[in-house]
Nanobody, 120 residues
Framework: QVQLVESGGGLVQAGGSLGLSCAASGFFSIITMGWYRQAPGKERELVATKTRVGPINYADSVKGRFNISRDNAKNTVYLQMNSLKPEDTAVYYC???????????????WGQGTQVTVSS
């Protein structure tokens, strides 16, 4: 029943903006939510994460351009991407570090991913 559903990917020109959304369901408690991305031939890398009520982490490459927010009541995390660059092109994956009902130790969970393509 665990599910992370992303939306909002697409094609945008350099300098443009896109907003991503991820809705989580089936979890008992979500400690951290956020976004990772993976370009072809590269390792999956952190974009931004946020704890339930506390710290936010951004990759250095997106600081000042991307904004993460979280609606705990809706179990949803958002990523507003501004001033997009071609190097931002990747599959973006929603991430949750969470407890599933019946487990005592949190573990990572991943969405299916949504493609973001930034043209020059």
């Amino acid at each position: 029943q665990v599910q992370l559903v992303e939306s909002g990917g697409g094609l945008v020109q350099a300098g443009g903006s896109l907003g991503l959304s991820c809705a989580a369901s089936g979890f008992f408690s979500i400690i951290t939510m956020g976004w990772y991305r993976q370009a072809p031939g590269k390792e999956r890398e952190l974009v931004a994460t946020k704890t339930r009520v506390g710290p936010i982490n951004y990759a250095d490459s997106v600081k000042g351009r991307f904004n993460i927010s979280r609606d705990n009541a809706k179990n949803t995390v958002y990523l507003q991407m501004n001033s997009l660059k071609p190097e931002d092109t990747a599959v973006y994956y929603c991430y949750a570090f969470a407890l599933f009902t019946g487990r005592s130790v949190p573990r990572p969970y991943w969405g299916q991913g949504t493609q973001v393509t930034v043209s020059s």
